[in-house]
C-alpha cells in the first residue's frame, strides 16, 4: 500500500467511527439565585475517551493525515497533560500506530493506565514545562511525528461549522427559551476550544459573548490583560487540562469577550458542588467552568438582562479518585474547601456576589 492509499484509508477509519457516533448531551443546571438566567452544561464527558479532547484529537489527526504528515509504522507523539493523549492513543490505535505521550511525572495514574489501555505508552518528565522540548526531542529520535496540540488546536478544528462544539451547541439550544446564549464559557487549555466558540459566533452573527475562565497558575488571564505574550512561569497548573506556564500559539485574545481568574481552591470546591448536585464526579476544570459561568451570571444580573449561558463539563472525576476526590491528598496539598464551598451554594443558591478573590481578577 502507498502512504497515500494508507492516508486515504486512515480518513476513511475515522469518519466512520465518527458516522457511529453520538452528539454529547446538554445539560439544564438550575440557578436559583440567579431568576431568569438558564444555565446548560455540554458534557463532553460522554465521549467515548471520556474529554473534550475526543474532538481535537479527531481533528488533529485529520489534519495531520490531509497533510501528509502521518506514515504507517511511524510513532504519533503527543505533549499532554493527559486528556488528549487519552484521546489520541484511541485514534492511533484505530489506525494500528505506536503512540507516545509525553506528560509531566505529576500525571494522575488514572489517566496513565487509560492510555495503555488504548495502547499508548507514557513518557514522563519531572519538570511540566519541559514536554514541549521533550516531545521535539523524542519525535527527532523515532523519526516520528509531533502533534503538537498547542500549536495546533485552533486550526485543526473546522471553526465555521462541520459539527464543530459551537455548532452542536446551538443546534441543541435552539427549542430553549433563550435560544441564543448571552455567554459561551470555556477554560484554557490550548486555548482552542475558546477559539473555535470565539470565532463561530462571530462568523455566524451571534451576539452571543466569549467568557474564558483561567485556572491560577497560568498566564493566560495576565497575558490577555497586558498583551504580552512572552509571560512565563516556572511551575505547572494545579488544575489539570487548563492553565499554562506559557501563552501557548493556540490562545486568541481577539475572540474572548472577558477573562476571569479563578483561584484553585475555589475550582475544586465548584466541582465537588457540581458532582453533588450531578450525582457524578466531575473534574476540576469543569469546576472552574462552574465560577466562569457564575461570573457571566453577576454580569447578567448587574445589565439586568435575562438569557442563557452555556460551558462545559469537560472530563469525569473518575480520572482524580486519588487527588481531587481524596481528603489526604487535598490537605497534603494544603487546600481546605469548607469557605469555597460555602462561598459556592450561596452564589448559586441565593445569587451572593462570588467571593472579592474572584471578582478582583475579573475583565
Ligand atoms: C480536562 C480539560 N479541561 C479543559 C481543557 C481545555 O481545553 P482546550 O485545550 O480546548 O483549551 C483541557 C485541555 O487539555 C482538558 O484536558
Not at 452542536?168 to 441564543?180: D, Y
Not at 490583560?225 to 487540562?241: F, N, P, Q, V, Y
Request: proline share 5%; charged share 20%.
Amino acid at each position: 500500500m502507498t502512504d497515500r492509499s494508507w492516508a486515504l484509508d486512515a480518513i476513511r477509519l475515522i469518519e466512520a467511527d465518527f458516522q457511529r457516533s453520538a452528539d454529547t448531551h446538554l445539560i439544564p443546571f438550575a440557578l436559583p439565585g440567579f431568576p431568569g438566567i438558564d444555565l446548560y452544561f455540554k458534557d463532553e464527558s460522554s465521549h467515548p475517551t471520556g474529554s473534550l479532547k475526543h474532538r481535537l484529537a479527531r481533528s488533529l489527526f485529520l489534519y495531520a493525515l490531509c497533510n501528509g504528515w502521518l506514515k504507517p509504522d511511524k510513532p504519533v507523539i503527543e505533549a499532554s497533560s493527559g486528556s488528549t493523549a487519552i484521546s489520541e492513543a484511541y485514534f492511533a490505535r484505530l489506525l494500528g500506530l505506536p503512540f507516545i505521550a509525553v506528560m509531566p511525572a505529576s500525571t494522575s495514574q488514572v489517566k496513565i493506565e487509560q492510555i495503555a489501555f488504548y495502547g499508548g505508552q507514557s513518557h514522563l518528565v519531572d519538570d511540566p514545562t519541559q514536554i514541549h522540548q521533550a516531545s521535539l526531542e523524542l519525535a527527532e529520535r523515532t523519526g516520528g511525528h509531533f502533534m503538537d496540540q498547542f500549536l495546533y488546536a485552533e486550526r485543526a478544528t473546522d471553526w465555521r461549522a462541520n459539527n464543530n462544539i459551537a455548532e452542536s451547541i446551538f443546534q441543541q439550544m435552539r427549542l430553549e427559551r433563550h435560544p441564543e446564549p448571552d455567554w459561551l464559557v470555556s477554560s484554557p487549555g490550548t486555548g482552542g476550544t475558546v477559539a473555535t466558540l470565539g470565532r463561530y459566533v462571530r462568523y455566524r452573527q451571534h451576539r452571543s459573548r466569549v467568557l474564558c475562565a483561567d485556572a491560577e497558575q497560568s498566564v493566560f488571564f495576565e497575558a490577555y490583560r497586558s498583551g504580552d505574550r512572552s509571560l512565563t512561569l516556572a511551575h505547572g497548573s494545579r488544575i489539570e487540562g487548563i492553565g499554562r506556564p506559557r501563552v501557548e500559539p493556540s490562545f486568541m485574545p481577539g475572540v474572548i469577550d472577558s477573562m476571569v481568574k479563578v483561584p484553585d481552591a475555589l475550582s475544586l470546591a465548584a466541582m465537588h458542588y457540581l458532582s453533588e448536585r450531578l450525582g457524578r464526579r466531575v473534574g476540576a476544570s469543569s469546576g472552574t467552568n462552574l465560577i466562569g459561568a457564575l461570573a457571566a451570571a453577576g454580569k447578567m444580573r448587574e445589565e439586568g438582562r435575562h438569557g442563557s449561558i452555556v460551558t462545559l463539563l469537560c472530563d469525569s472525576g473518575e480520572r482524580y479518585v486519588s487527588t481531587y476526590y481524596n481528603n489526604d491528598w487535598l490537605t497534603a496539598q494544603g487546600f481546605d474547601l469548607t469557605a469555597p464551598l460555602a462561598a459556592v451554594r450561596q452564589t448559586v443558591e441565593q445569587g451572593a456576589p462570588l467571593p472579592a478573590s474572584v471578582l478582583a481578577h475579573c475583565g
